[in-house]
């Protein structure tokens, strides 16, 4: 079995699943004890958080740890949303997770309001449409560094200048570009990134949040005070420590690793396109991760591809893991302005660090076989 | 470096090697999101949650499909208390739950409190015990939920949870368990003892940290409002990528703890009567806090008069023990717990959790009755306090001058 949906999760590095065995047999402490095998517990999280931070090139006391993502995102749009009483408005994207677009679902029903905002059939948000809609009732900016199901970033750092302009807050979902791209979130001027360890190889069940230590945030956990009282619970000790072995693999390796990708993402288009010509990669026209190829191909079934796929050995998706299996077709390509009838066909392909390019080479004959097949009527025959 | 004993097993426990052998697969070989529906990789990873899913359910007697994944009691007892509360906060604002309970209750409670609902907050006795009675009478029209816990973290003294269950079921009002210290260690049935809620720790029960599990009751069907959304996991009442290599950790720890429970309760309670009976029995002025008879086998909470809680710490640093909770025992207040037990604060600020498990043995009980009882018997005689008390001096009848 080839596994090419490196977006859905990653297998862990070498070294993380040894540091998250390590931190579970050795360190029985709870970090907040006071005794020795407490104190080494302590030191163990924080010397993670100190390798965290190196990587994102912040300091250590911006780093709340998380169960992941999704409580990530929550944390900082419903944290900074009722820091502010509840009133305003947020302004976010069309395309973005739907662990952000939920909550802000949920801020709306409490009064607030949500400003959703297009995106160009490249799937990118116009800085210029930002500015605009830009008010002195804005509360929050929510726009993701890159998008889960076709890898198009967006132009974070032009939408941080426009924040800091207007002194609003602006959190990044950085949960797909983290690891894929270097961030520098200081430079980039972002007051709250959400991380997942384990899309690039890290631990799951462990992500961050990184807080601009100027903003105050309401904590959704409450209770035992962990994390400044950012939020409670005992740490996911072993988690961190896998979570610190995934940054330190990284640590000046992203870019590397970036262009052994690109190169074999660009190999796999290059052969897909010539063997299946009317094949539309999404977001081709925009800037995207490294690993990422949404694959549009008309009158064919996404889910039903995915499945001939999967028995010819190969590990895709039709869309976002959180939501495959269900029917409704995917909001992304929908406000990129394909029709509900192409959404339905799309594929995503996403590769990663274990990803050679034996595995490419021999993806795209199987793709190609496949899609032969379904658009005969034949898939199961 | 010589390692200290560890003590402290209601702050943590080891990860048991069996729940580890479990996991590792999950990292690297076995790696796939269990929301993958289109490959086998996503596949196995679910085929391993169901079967993580089912272990935890077991050791409640509940059904899999009520089982919520969490990352840890922390966020199950958030999730539970908030989630009833919002879903039905026209049906009343009213919430009961004893001044004992562990802070990601009681902190969830001050936060509703603040969102306009009313709590009631339940004194307990000197035993750290609950009084039904007292109970009932605070149950007004407008009560929704009432959470007390299994059993309490500190003291270790077990709540009488069936007949809560069965006040909360005739009353028609919500019931959750925080049984982050029960599960594994009593008998609990979800059924039998009318629990609507339950919250589940791991690392509290030789598992990993950082995941937890939430029971919700489905018949009489208890319907929460969740606090994390997006991508639709656990049947919409919890989003997030589930951590396979941590839910079959949660699994395979209460599978573990289900089947070796009533052997490991007979083992510990020895242990634990012995290293009583070796403090307790070799000094005086020594009191146990909790009641003796309802509490874990793993826990011994005992409070040192006449000597000063730091300098005790100090004394007995060879052994990792707590005073007071882990999660509170970087600050310098005594325990609450004990403090509304009604413990003056003088005893508060010595008393010392013993918490005992899986590899405590007997040779590390008799050393720590051994460390504790000299260093207690080493301070006390530098104590002039201590003195007067032995030529006979009644000190609660001492003026103190001021200075």
Not at chain 2, 170 to 179: G, N, W, Y
Not at chain 2, 212 to 231: C, E, N, S
Not at chain 2, 249 to 273: D, F, K, Q
Request: contains cysteine; charged residues 20%; neutral net charge.
């Amino acid at each position: 079995m080839i596994y090419l949906d490196h977006n859905a999760t990653s297998p862990a590095r070498p070294g993380v699943a040894e540091a998250v065995t390590a931190a579970m047999t050795a360190m029985h402490g709870n970090p907040s004890s006071v005794h020795a095998a407490g104190r080494r517990a302590r030191q163990l999280l924080d010397e993670a958080r100190r390798a965290v931070a190196r990587l994102v090139a912040v300091h250590e006391s911006r780093v709340i740890f998380t169960s992941g993502g999704t409580e990530s995102n929550h944390l900082a749009i419903l944290g900074v949303a009722e820091a502010a009483g509840c009133m305003g408005s947020i302004l976010t994207s069309a395309v973005e997770h739907p662990s952000v677009l939920m909550p802000l679902e949920r801020l709306e029903s409490r009064g607030m309001r949500v400003i959703r905002l297009p995106v160009d059939t490249h799937g990118r948000v116009d800085p210029a449409t930002l500015e605009r809609a830009i008010n002195p009732d804005t509360r929050l900016v929510s726009i993701m560094a890159a998008n889960n199901e076709t890898g198009v970033l967006q132009p974070i750092e032009q939408i941080a200048r426009l924040c800091r302009a207007a002194k609003i807050p602006f959190h990044c979902d950085a949960t797909q570009w983290f690891g894929k791209r270097p961030l520098a979130i200081d430079e980039i001027g972002v007051d709250l990134v959400t991380l997942s360890a384990h899309k690039p190889g890290g631990p799951k069940g462990c992500g961050a949040l990184i807080v601009h230590p100027a903003l105050s945030i309401v904590p959704q956990l409450s209770g035992g005070g962990q994390e400044r009282g950012r939020r409670a619970g005992t740490e996911n000790l072993p988690g961190i420590a896998g979570f610190a072995a995934l940054a330190d693999a990284l640590a000046g390796r992203i870019e590397e690793e970036a262009q052994r990708i690109t190169a074999l993402r660009e190999k796999l288009e290059d052969q897909l396109l010539k063997s299946v010509p009317d094949a539309l990669i999404l977001g081709a026209g925009a800037e995207r991760l490294p690993n990422t190829s949404a694959v549009a191909l008309p009158g064919i079934d996404g889910e039903t591809l995915v499945m001939t796929l999967d028995l010819a050995g190969f590990a895709i998706s039709s869309g976002a893991a959180c939501s495959s299996g269900k029917n409704t077709p995917s909001h992304v390509p929908l406000a990129m302005g394909l029709s509900p009838e192409s959404t339905r066909s799309v594929v995503r392909v996403s590769l990663g660090w274990s990803t050679t390019e034996a595995m490419v080479d021999s993806f795209v004959p199987a793709f190609q076989r496949s899609a032969d097949r379904l658009r005969q009527g034949s898939a199961f025959a | 470096m010589k390692r200290p004993i560890y003590m402290d097993y209601q702050a943590t426990t080891p990860v048991d090697p069996r729940v580890l052998t479990a996991m590792l697969p999950w990292f690297t070989e076995k790696f796939g999101n269990p929301a993958s529906r289109s490959h086998a990789y996503g596949w196995e990873a679910d085929e391993a949650v169901t079967n993580a899913r089912k272990q935890v359910a077991a050791i409640i007697g509940a059904d899999p499909r009520e089982i919520v994944f969490t990352s840890g009691a922390t966020e199950s007892d958030n999730l539970a208390i908030w989630g009833v509360a919002q879903f039905y906060r026209d049906k009343g604002k009213h919430i009961i739950t004893p001044t004992t309970e562990h802070k990601a209750v009681l902190d969830t409670c001050r936060h509703l409190e603040a969102d306009g609902f009313e709590v009631t907050y339940l004194p307990v006795g000197p035993n750290g015990l609950i009084d039904l009675a007292q109970l009932e009478a605070a149950i007004t029209p407008q009560t929704i939920l009432i959470s007390v816990m299994a059993v309490n973290n500190e003291v270790g003294v077990i709540q009488p949870i069936e007949a809560i269950g069965r006040l909360c079921r005739q009353k028609k009002i919500f019931f959750h368990c925080d049984a982050a210290q029960g599960v594994g260690k009593i008998p609990i049935d979800v059924n039998a003892m009318n629990i609507d809620m339950l919250s589940i720790s791991a690392h509290k029960i030789y598992g990993p940290k950082g995941i937890g599990a939430l029971y919700v009751r489905r018949q009489p069907r208890v319907r929460i409002k969740p606090f994390m959304h997006g991508g639709g996991h656990e049947r919409g009442m919890r989003s997030g990528t589930l951590p396979t290599p941590l839910l079959v950790g949660l699994g395979e720890a209460c599978r573990i703890a289900n089947e070796e429970m009533s052997r490991e309760n007979t083992r510990l309670l020895v242990l634990r009567e012995r290293l009583k009976e070796g403090i307790m029995g070799q000094m005086t002025h020594v009191f146990l806090n909790g009641d003796p008879v309802q509490r874990v086998a793993g826990n011994l909470n005992i409070s040192f008069s006449y000597v000063e809680g730091e300098s005790l710490m100090m004394a007995i640093k060879d052994v990792a023990v707590s005073s007071g909770s882990a999660c509170t025992s970087a600050s310098l207040e005594p325990s609450y717990v004990l403090r509304a037990m009604g413990v003056d604060e003088e005893l508060a600020h010595t008393s010392i959790r013993f918490g005992l498990g899986r590899f405590t043995t007997a040779e590390e009980v008799e050393h720590v009755i051994g460390i504790v009882v000299g260093a207690v018997n080493k301070l006390r005689e530098m104590s002039p306090l201590w003195e007067m008390v032995q030529d006979g001096v009644d000190l609660s009848t001492m003026k103190w001058a001021a200075h």
